[in-house]
């Protein structure tokens, strides 16, 4: 999913012009992607010429990264709510349960894609 890099965004516009849905619009000089709109066509990205238009697999390590916050985070508060410091393993076996099936999700979908490259 495509997303704009707001440091190297000039502001130009062309992105905005040339969405062929129009889900780009300006926010303070900067593009903002309507991602809950976006069809991912990848035209945006084609025409930048910052190359400020950004693909997903760049924020793997960030979203990695919150994903282990995240969880710490539940076995801290698991620990503080349920008063008990044993709650932090309970709950880091949730969250392993939790992403395991996210995993599961993911291979199956793709697996679903791929019977669609011929349609
Ligand atoms: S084309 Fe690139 S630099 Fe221009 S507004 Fe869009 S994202 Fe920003
Ligand atoms: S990927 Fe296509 S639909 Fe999505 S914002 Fe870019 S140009 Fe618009």
């Not at 516009?13 to 069809?39: L, Y």
């Not at 709950?91 to 392993?96: A, E, G, N």
């Amino acid at each position: 999913m495509p997303w704009i890099d707001g440091k190297s965004c000039t502001g130009c516009g062309i992105c905005v012009n040339e969405c062929p849905v129009d889900k780009i619009s300006m926010k303070i000089e900067k593009a903002e992607i309507n991602m809950a709109e976006c069809i991912r066509c990848g035209i945006c990205h084609d025409v930048c010429p910052q190359d400020s238009v950004r693909h997903d697999s760049e924020k793997i390590p960030n979203m990695i990264d919150a994903n282990v916050e995240m969880t710490k985070k539940y076995m801290e508060l698991c620990a503080q709510y349920l008063g008990d410091v044993k709650e932090k393993g309970k709950c880091l076996k949730r969250m392993r349960k939790h992403f395991n099936s996210q995993k599961i999700i993911t291979e199956r979908t793709l697996k679903e894609l791929e019977k669609l490259e011929d349609s």
